[in-house]
């Protein structure tokens, strides 16, 4: 029997389109250009992004397990998203004051400006990620769980995993004019973006409506509530979820293989200058698959979406690493989005389906295992790992800087192809709780 679509209001899909876009802008920001910021303005090595984005992926992690329980004690989501986007805007906003000149003013005896500011960069990152990931992480995400069911799911998670791809494109497109070797261009970039993310946190007071959540006020100690996910019974009772979850952390340790490189790779290895140009239509058509996948999702089920999900990423990989050329890579970053995005938004839909009811909050933190944890650590340090003997460029100021290579590519579809031993799991679980069905 099918169940009848619940119908989501106008309001809803607004407050998800905007606080889910410019949310990814911040993170776009973060995961891929800070790379780039502390590349360019302080010659950060390859280990030096590794470092920073594991600290991001510990922070994150902490705090989503921390702030993810305190909502679902509370009941509240909209403060939590709104007061969130505000701190975090303002701390966006901060990077602007992480300059060579500010440094050698505040550490004059500091035997580099350039270590200095990877170190601060680095520290800020995790402070930023404190209020991000609180937002939108923990509470933003919850609220997205309590906001929907199973009939509707599929198509706003198609929307909220579109977004990245969005984001990335505005991004993209809107550092266009900004020459990223100047200083100025940082200071004005952190300062817009900020200022948007803190706005947006100011209109979430009006527009946000929270969604049936219920207080979890039968599990009212805060620290047990913060380590429910991670209790044996809790595994036993969600099979499913916890292995669909194992799946869905290799997968993110692909991406994060080759992520945090990417445009340095673009830039500086094929020395596309116009890689924009070349990325964005790939973007659109990756963002409209996503769509469709989510409606997917919807119809035919967890297995008849992320499979094809996975052949799409793994096909773009194998284009990366053979071709070199503009029409090439703009075929092989096409494959790569779309089966990146399609399968995030499968992953997510299937995680939220399989979430405990008034539990969301709590198993954001398990989540964030998953996704940013596990990912951000393994991911990046096997990235550092196969670019240990790159080549080096010669910068004006006499400095050297790393230079990525193609074999990022190849580590990440080797971890792709990982994953398919996890999904077997996953189907072999669906078949079983559908047999005692």
């Known amino acids: 029997m099918t169940m009848k679509k619940t119908k989501l209001s106008p309001r809803f899909w607004l407050a998800l389109t905007v ?13 891929m250009y800070f790379n780039v910021f502390i590349y360019r303005m302080f010659r950060a090595s390859a280990r030096d992004i590794s470092v920073m984005v594991a600290a991001s992926a510990v922070a994150a992690t902490l705090t989503t397990l921390f702030i993810g329980a305190l909502s679902d004690k509370l009941g509240k989501r909209r403060l939590f998203i709104a007061g969130g986007y505000i701190l975090w805007g303002i701390s966006i906003w901060s990077f602007a004051l992480i300059r060579t000149d500010v440094i050698e003013k505040i550490f004059p005896a ?11 960069v680095i520290i800020m990152d995790c402070v930023m990620t404190f209020f991000g990931s609180s937002a939108n992480d923990a509470c933003f995400n919850a609220w997205l769980t309590d906001s929907t069911d199973a009939t509707n799911r599929g198509s706003a998670e198609g929307i909220n995993a579109m977004m990245p791809l969005i984001a990335i494109l505005a991004v993209f497109g809107g550092f266009m004019p900004f020459d990223l070797d100047k200083s100025s261009s940082w200071v004005t970039i952190y300062t817009i973006i900020g200022a948007v993310v803190l706005a947006v946190g100011i209109a979430g007071l009006f527009l946000i409506k929270d969604g049936e959540v219920k207080p979890a006020a039968e599990n ?4 047990r509530n913060i380590f429910y996910g991670f209790r044996p019974s809790v595994v036993r009772e969600n099979r499913i979820l916890y292995t669909a979850l194992g799946a869905f952390a290799v997968f993110g ?21 116009d890689y924009v140009l070349v990325m964005a239509p790939a973007i659109v058509i990756a963002a409209v698959t996503t769509v469709l996948f989510g409606k997917l999702y919807d119809r035919r089920g967890f ?14 990989y194998v284009v990366l690493f053979f071709f070199r050329s503009t029409a090439p890579v703009f075929i092989g970053s096409l494959l790569m989005m779309s089966g990146y995005l399609a399968g995030m938004a499968v992953f997510g839909a299937m995680l939220r389906d399989y979430t405990p009811p008034h539990r969301a909050g709590m198993f954001q933190g ?8 596990v990912p951000g ?16 460029v010669l910068n004006g100021d006499g ?30 679980l669906q078949r079983k709780e559908k047999k005692n069905a």
């Open 253 to 273: 340790i692909s991406i994060q293989i080759f992520m945090p490189y990417l445009i340095l790779y673009y830039s500086v290895s094929l020395g596309m200058d």
């Open 399 to 428: 400095t050297t800087s790393f230079v990525p290579n193609r074999n990022i590519f190849l580590a990440a579809l080797i971890a792709a192809v990982a994953v398919l031993p996890v999904l077997a799991a996953v189907f072999a």
């Open 303 to 316: 297995r008849m979406t992320v499979l094809p999900a996975l052949a799409l990423l793994a096909a773009g």
């Open 366 to 373: 398990l989540r964030i295992v998953g996704q940013v944890l």
């Open 220 to 223: 009212g100690n805060y620290f």
């Open 110 to 120: 500091a035997a580099s400006a350039a270590s200095v500011g990877v170190s601060l």
């Open 19 to 31: 606080f889910s876009f410019v949310g990814q802008v911040a993170w776009v920001v973060e995961n």
């Open 377 to 392: 650590i393994i991911g990046p340090a096997i990235g550092a790992a196969v670019l240990r003997g790159a080549g080096t």
